[in-house]
């Protein structure tokens, strides 16, 4: 199938993080990692007692792979500052060899963050906070001495980064709460996009990949040319990512 998509797109699964149930979590990843998939995106709702923290855990299924790729689907801003973030982001790529991107989130349900203790925001503020986050995160992948930032939001006085990353980390950002200048996928950020993308159903419906004994398929997918709905139907969704077009989610049907 020929597709009109800019780059070759990239897939994998989305895991929901539960407690209760890392044993086939860990299965899973395995087998999308033997059947050759690239990504495995993790949801990041650290309010949600029955999620394990995101980190943790991508920390744990890293060390039981070699090849595939990780990213937080996607990290909760409010609680987990910029700075921090970017730290633990590049020192797991470097530990893991290269195999982590940042999927960035500027925040929802608020009543729950503001339960934890983060800040509530309002739309406009939390779009601001992601603009001034996504230049702190580089800031602090740079590897510079005495880095300083003054935002709204977030500040740097005087730090001395480190560890760089090991690769050029993605950041993928949100669709629903992004609009500077209507693209980060441009010059000042890096490789950053936000996923906003144009695909036909007719693209769509003729992807289909054989794992093992599980089969990755579109059924039951409605259009996905703007805004988009996903039904979940088994242990995770199928991904399909491309660096500047965004990200497509299709079923898992087991």
Same mark, same amino acid.
């Given at each position: 199938m020929e597709?009109?998509?800019?780059?070759?797109?990239?897939?994998?699964?989305?895991?929901?993080?539960s407690w209760s149930e890392h044993e086939e979590m860990l299965a899973l990843v395995r087998l999308a990692e033997s059947g050759g998939l690239d990504l495995v995106g993790v949801q990041d709702h650290p309010y949600q007692w029955r999620f394990y923290d995101t980190w943790t855990l991508i920390s744990y299924l890293? @060390?039981?792979?070699s090849s595939i790729r990780f990213f937080p689907d996607v990290a909760a801003l409010p609680l987990r500052p910029p700075a921090m973030l970017a730290k633990s982001v590049a020192s797991l790529d470097v530990l893991? @060899? @290269?195999r982590v991107e940042l999927g960035l989130?500027? !925040?929802?349900?608020w009543e729950a963050i503001g339960a934890m203790g !983060?800040? *509530?925001? +309002?739309?406009a503020?939390? *779009?601001?906070?992601i603009e001034e986050a996504i230049d702190v995160i580089r800031l602090v992948w740079s590897g510079e001495r005495g880095v300083r930032y003054q935002g709204r939001h977030y500040r740097l006085s005087g730090l001395h980064t480190g560890p760089e990353p090991v690769h050029d980390i993605g950041i993928w950002v949100g669709n629903r709460i992004t609009n500077r200048s209507g693209s980060w996928n441009g010059s000042g950020n890096g490789n950053t996009s936000s996923p906003g993308f144009s695909v036909t159903q007719g693209q769509v419906c003729e992807?289909?990949?054989q794992i093992s004994n599980a089969k990755f398929s579109s059924t039951g997918l409605q259009s996905i040319t703007g805004d988009w709905t996903e039904t979940q139907t088994g242990?995770? +969704?199928f991904i399909g990512r491309s660096p500047s077009t965004g990200t497509l989610k299709v079923n898992v049907q087991p």
């Open positions: 597709s009109d998509l800019p780059r070759k797109l990239e897939f994998g699964i989305s895991i929901n993080p890293g @060390g039981a792979t893991t @060899g @290269g989130g500027a !925040g929802a349900f !983060g800040e *509530v925001r +309002s739309r503020e939390a *779009v601001a906070a992807l289909e990949v242990p995770g +969704s």
